[in-house]
């Protein structure tokens, strides 16, 4: 068990067992919904703690990689089903934790059973291929070799998904795994170690230590016997962990901000582009990498489209994400809950209007949680900062342009690139939009948000460090290519 019945205490994972930090410090877990409600505590690890579970790591990573890829697979399959058999109690879980709707939870969750079951079938593909050589009697062939031990830092928007598309891949490949989670959400992560531990991991495989980025974020990434690092985070913290990775050769991999764009051409499906644009905008609260900032709409549909698109968002309803009549729960923590603000009041000083929203909620209902309104601003210009920075919340900002090739200039004209759509029914304006959108995820005719799993996700420019993840392109990172010659 992870849990303390006496402390609620969640403990870290190393080498099989549930282990104390020797810290003794604990930070609790709030539920951001209702800060009465204190879902447990987790541990304010140290290095050593990071240490010892490298080692466990280290020691245990030459008998995993051994096992073949078909041994590895099973383990992952009845991980899988294991997390499938406790999905609801680990989607209410991370509803608690960070306050996302137990609709979109659910979802979550199951797409983790899904990504476990696609990587353990990874297990039995190739993983290498065979090359003519200029030597007639000889055999040349590649074959895709573990880094090692792999580090692991995960975000708290997806608790769930995040740390099993890093930790499945980087495991059905041969690698072993010292996971840090986002301390907001690492009781979530914990109830998917336990799932880990009834699949039966060997001990030492797979390993989960709690505690700040400061200390257990910056232990990983400086530590010697970690041979590759996979972040999800903040632009800052990612530039951080890539210098510190490079600086001692060790492979990276970050995936970042973004700050993306949705055009709505002037002969575009209005309501489905309206639609998607509060889909894409206000589920998960807008705590998403993906999520829609900026809708920049053609001047002839701007009006109709602005008044469809108000008359949608004054009816989303917003409380706790337990309330299945809910359908956008509060930010997931006080400190997001005070950017947000911090953004809409930015946006009220350089200029921007306000056209729906713009308030933290008040009243009984939201008096002991962290709600904000979705809200919308219009009369917005490209150098204004809520149109060049990654908010994290339910803003977005209206922009209105002549024709197709200034919505095009406009949104590629931010440091970010992850994801960006376009609604529109004429196909030369989306085989304009596919090429000359500056971002690693373009989506006609559909929301910003969304990926799928088996299909390579990362970004352009300050998104990402231009690897790739999900689908087969992860064995890009998790593995090196090893070339070999018989004679």
Avoid at 106 to 121: C, D, N, P, Q, S
Avoid at 305 to 331: H, Q, R, S, Y
Avoid at 422 to 444: H, Y
């Amino acid at each position: 068990m992870t849990v303390d019945t006496k402390k609620e205490t969640y403990l870290n994972f190393v080498n099989g067992s549930w282990v104390e930090s020797s810290s003794g410090e604990v930070k609790e877990s709030v539920n951001p919904a209702n800060r009465d409600d204190i879902i447990g505590s987790v541990q304010m690890s140290n290095v050593q703690e990071v240490d010892q579970a490298v080692a466990s790591a280290k020691k245990a990573q030459s008998a995993w990689r051994k096992l073949s890829g078909n041994e590895r697979g099973t383990i992952l399959y009845k991980a899988a089903d294991i997390l499938e058999r406790n999905l609801e109690d680990v989607a209410k879980c991370m509803t608690r934790e960070m306050g996302k709707t137990f609709r979109e939870a659910k979802g979550e969750t199951a797409r983790g059973v899904a990504i476990l079951r696609y990587y353990a079938g990874e297990g039995l593909r190739k993983t290498g291929d065979v090359i003519p050589s200029t030597d007639r009697k000889a055999l040349m062939f590649t074959n895709r070799v573990p880094l090692g031990v792999v580090g692991v830092i995960t975000p708290w928007n997806f608790p769930v998904a995040i740390p099993i598309w890093k930790m499945a891949p980087a495991l059905i490949y041969g690698n072993t795994v010292v996971i840090k989670p986002a301390l907001e959400t690492a009781i979530t992560c914990a109830k998917i170690f336990e799932c880990f531990e009834e699949a039966g991991f060997p001990d030492g495989v797979v390993n989960m230590v709690t505690g700040s980025g400061s200390v257990v974020g910056k232990a990983i990434t400086d530590h010697p016997n970690i041979n590759g690092i996979t972040f999800t985070g903040s632009n800052g913290v990612g530039k951080t962990i890539g210098q510190g990775a490079l600086a001692r050769g060790a492979k990276y991999q970050l995936e970042m901000g973004g700050k993306n764009p949705v055009i709505v051409a002037a002969d575009a499906d209005l309501d489905l582009a309206v639609d998607a644009t509060i889909s894409g905008a206000f589920l998960s609260t807008g705590q998403k990498c993906t999520a829609t900032s900026r809708v920049i709409i053609e001047d002839s549909v701007y009006d109709i489209f602005k008044e469809k698109l108000l008359a949608k968002t004054k009816n989303i309803t917003v409380g706790d994400g337990l309330n299945e009549e809910v359908w956008m729960g509060p930010c997931a923590s006080e400190n997001q809950l005070q950017t947000v603000l911090s953004y809409i009041e930015k946006g009220r000083q350089e200029g921007a209007s306000v056209l729906v929203g713009g308030t933290q909620l008040t009243g009984e209902k939201f008096e002991k949680g962290f709600f904000v309104e979705p809200t919308i601003f219009e009369n917005v210009t490209n150098d204004m900062t809520i149109a060049q920075e990654e908010i994290f919340g339910p803003v977005i900002a209206l922009m209105k342009v002549d024709h197709l090739e200034e919505a095009l200039a406009l949104a590629n004209d931010v440091k970010f690139g992850l994801s960006a759509s376009i609604f529109t029914s004429n196909i030369q304006k989306m085989l304009s939009f596919i090429e000359e959108m500056d971002a690693g995820l373009v989506r006609i005719n559909s929301e910003s948000a969304g990926v799928e799993l088996q299909a390579p996700f990362g970004g352009m420019k300050q998104s990402s460090s231009h690897s790739r993840e999900q689908g087969e392109a992860a064995k890009e990172f998790f593995t090196s290519t090893k070339t070999i010659f018989v004679k």
